[in-house]
């Protein structure tokens, strides 16, 4: 059951205690497991990565029958409906728009002293995505994360996805070959991360990798990081929802719901001014999880990490949920758009009562891939910045130089780097 808290000290220690939920004891544990596999990859390379793909998805594979073909492609787009592939290339189509409108531009200016300044952007040559394959497989996380690199201009776009017993979502197959993935490989966990982080045989090394997995897959990208650039550091999920009087109980038990039904440890959490709209919700939650398809494992996250909190105000509600800064926000409230003022942190923001979470999951158009666990107090979401990287343009001229040749010595005098002082002089003194 959801549980229901009226007082601010006792919500903001709730909230802070799921906000720390990812950081337990076990993980110690879990580091030093993927801690092996990575050292495992590296050194062996293939040999290992079949030895843990067997071990942990029960599937026996060759360097040969790695990478998925051409002919099992054809053959998912013959397994999915039409109507499935119609809304798959609507979330291609409406993902790509909207990241063209985030791709950096070049830019140089030119100074009157002879100075010229910019920055350049410029792909990575390529890029992984890591699409998980365990309790569900999500052809939206396919999309969500090869669009961006495809619009950036990577040249090669490599998936790996676990394929338990054999097993392959054909909507996800059809989605990578929507959205312009090259090459795919039925692996994943830890292995995964360190095939594409370090490269074996069959697998070449990528220079970025993005997409969500479960803890091992987590621990692994955090271990390869430095090696290869990284999204993020994905955690459980989390919805927080600020609602009004305004606000349809049954609306909000189901985006509670749509959240809690991710994970066990996937976070559902409301504020709300309405005493009368949280009790309504509690008893829809449990209406709505009678006969659900995933109860079990809606139900621990509900009992864990689900709470409804009444407020006194909106003002409260913002600043509760600046303190969290939740990956989604719903702002399930008369005016969104004044309430919106007040947010400062939050990685996807759905205004108003016909906003649900689901639309910018699947085919909004901003991305799905958000920061977790308070992270969005400083990171923001997977753009095509994270396919790219920036140089710095700088020249000047030799009257440009002159002019600054006295301050770069002085400078260069109090940090003791002589040779650094020698370069400026040496060229004024021509």
Not at 280 to 299: C, F, S, W
Not at 408 to 414: E, G, H, K, M
Request: with cysteine; aromatic share 6%.
């Amino acid at each position: 059951m959801l549980r229901t808290l009226y007082k601010i000290s006792e919500a903001q220690a709730e909230l802070q205690r799921i906000c720390d939920r990812i950081h337990t004891d076990q993980v110690v544990e879990q580091e030093a497991t993927v801690r092996e596999i990575l050292n495992a990859i590296r050194q062996s390379g293939d040999e290992a990565l079949l030895h843990y793909t067997a071990k942990f998805d029960e599937q026996t594979l060759t360097p040969q029958t790695l990478r998925i073909s051409g002919a099992e492609i054809d053959t998912a787009y013959q397994q999915v409906s039409g109507d499935l592939l119609q809304a798959i290339r609507l979330a291609c189509k409406n993902v790509k728009a909207f990241h063209q409108q985030r791709l950096p531009k070049n830019w140089v200016t030119f100074e009157e002293n002879g100075v010229v300044l910019g920055k350049r952007y410029t792909p990575v040559a390529n890029a992984g995505i890591y699409v998980p394959g365990g309790r569900a497989s999500y052809p939206s996380t396919v999309i969500m994360n090869a669009i961006p690199a495809q619009v950036a201009g990577v040249e090669r776009l490599v998936m790996v996805t676990p394929t338990p017993k054999g097993h392959t979502n054909p909507a996800v197959l059809v989605a990578a070959q929507e959205a312009g993935v090259q090459e795919i490989y039925r692996v994943g966990g830890a292995q995964a991360i360190g095939a594409l982080a370090y490269g074996t045989e069959t697998i070449p090394k990528v220079d970025v990798i993005s997409g969500p997995g479960n803890v091992y897959v987590t621990l692994a990208k955090k271990q390869v990081y430095g090696t290869v650039g990284i999204d993020s550091l994905a955690g459980p999920s989390e919805v927080l929802i600020i609602a009004d009087h305004t606000a349809n109980p049954v609306h909000v038990a189901a985006d509670l719901l749509a959240q809690a039904e991710h994970d066990p440890m996937a976070a559902a959490i409301l504020l709300t001014t309405d005493s009368k709209l949280a009790d309504k919700v509690v008893v829809e939650v449990d209406r709505q999880l009678a006969g659900h398809p995933r109860q079990i494992l809606t139900e621990k996250a509900i009992a864990h990490y689900g709470i409804a909190i009444v407020v006194e105000s909106l003002e409260e509600a913002a600043q509760l949920s600046n303190q969290f800064a939740p990956e989604h926000l719903e702002l399930e409230v008369e005016d969104p758009w004044a309430l919106l003022e007040k947010i400062t942190q939050a990685g996807a923001i759905f205004l108003g009562h016909d906003t649900p979470e689901a639309v910018g999951d699947y085919l909004a158009g901003p991305n799905h891939t958000l920061p977790t666990s308070g992270a969005a107090r400083y990171a923001s979401p997977l753009s095509t910045e994270t396919f790219m990287k920036h140089s710095s343009l700088i020249q000047y001229s030799k009257s440009a130089l002159l002019n600054v040749a006295g301050a770069i010595d002085a400078l260069t005098n109090a940090e003791g780097l002589p040779s650094h002082g020698d370069s400026v002089r040496l060229r004024v003194e021509e």
